[in-house]
């Protein structure tokens, strides 16, 4: 599976954007699907997880509230629609695959390649 992370950007707080995460390749299909960010100095972290059939979804506390995961199995594509951002929302942003429905960044084994979002105050 390669994945095609795009739509990041610069916004000022309180801005919005809009990930995008493609899959090519291999079929996705089952593959849940997750958002990670990473911060200069800082662990990776899960951000939002949705279940190939959407019906388990995870969400990191500092988010919630502020960004919607959703996918669209039929275009093999997953999205990340990301509100009222703030400066602490400042990061590499990478999507990720996985067979299993999982939090942990090390549990994936499939990796775009990120994509960076700036959000300025």
């Known amino acids: 599976v390669q994945l095609q992370a795009s739509g990041g950007g610069l916004v000022q707080a309180g801005g919005s954007l809009r990930l995008s995460c493609t899959a090519s390749g291999r079929t996705f299909t089952g593959y849940a699907t997750g958002w990670f960010r990473q911060a200069p100095g800082k662990e990776r972290e899960a951000v939002a997880v949705?279940?190939?059939?959407?019906?388990?979804?995870y969400y990191a506390d500092s988010v919630k509230g502020r960004f919607t995961i959703s996918r669209d199995n039929a275009k093999n594509t997953v999205y990340l629609q990301m509100n009222s951002l703030k400066p602490e929302d400042t990061a590499v942003y990478y999507c990720?695959?996985?067979?299993?429905?999982?939090?942990?960044?090390?549990?994936?084994?499939?990796w775009g390649q990120g994509t960076q979002v700036t959000v300025s105050s």
């Open positions: 949705i279940a190939w059939s959407g019906g388990s979804i």
């Open positions: 990720a695959a996985n067979q299993y429905y999982r939090v942990s960044a090390n549990e994936y084994d499939y």
